[in-house]
């Protein structure tokens, strides 16, 4: 089983930018592809960014595409989303994603999760 644990977020003015990090751990000698994705309120949970195990290969979301970036931290399965020039629609619990298939990158529907983080609160206000 995987655990992941988040940290950042907050409340930042639109245009403002925020950073959020996850840690995962369980499986030592593995690298997991690792991703993001968000849930606002009275919406269906949404891909945000996904980033492979080498942190080589990436992808976005339309809607953050040229905003938003992840990247891998120097340690072990550490993955962080810098969040750039937000939006109020940018509002969401997010949350850091291991797909089921552990090194597999990419994924974007939700049902092919296998572990989330508890989430973090991002607040845009305008």
């Known amino acids: 089983q995987v655990q992941l644990v988040e940290s950042g977020g907050g409340l930042v003015q639109a245009g403002g930018a925020l950073r959020v990090s996850c840690a995962a751990s369980g499986r030592p000698f593995i690298t997991y592809a690792m991703g993001w994705f968000r849930q606002a309120p009275g919406k269906e949970r949404e891909f945000v960014a996904a980033?492979?195990?080498?942190?080589?290969?990436?992808g976005y979301a339309d809607s953050v595409k040229g905003r938003f970036t992840i990247s891998r931290g120097n340690a072990k399965n550490t993955v962080f989303l810098q969040m750039n020039s937000l939006k109020p629609e940018d509002t969401a619990v997010y949350y850091c994603?291991?797909?089921?298939?552990?090194?597999?990158?990419?994924?974007?529907?939700?049902?092919?999760?296998?572990?989330w983080g508890q989430g973090t609160q991002v607040t845009v206000s305008s």
């Open positions: 980033i492979s195990g080498s942190g080589v290969s990436t």
């Open positions: 994603a291991v797909p089921r298939k552990i090194t597999t990158w990419g994924t974007r529907d939700p049902s092919d999760i296998g572990s």
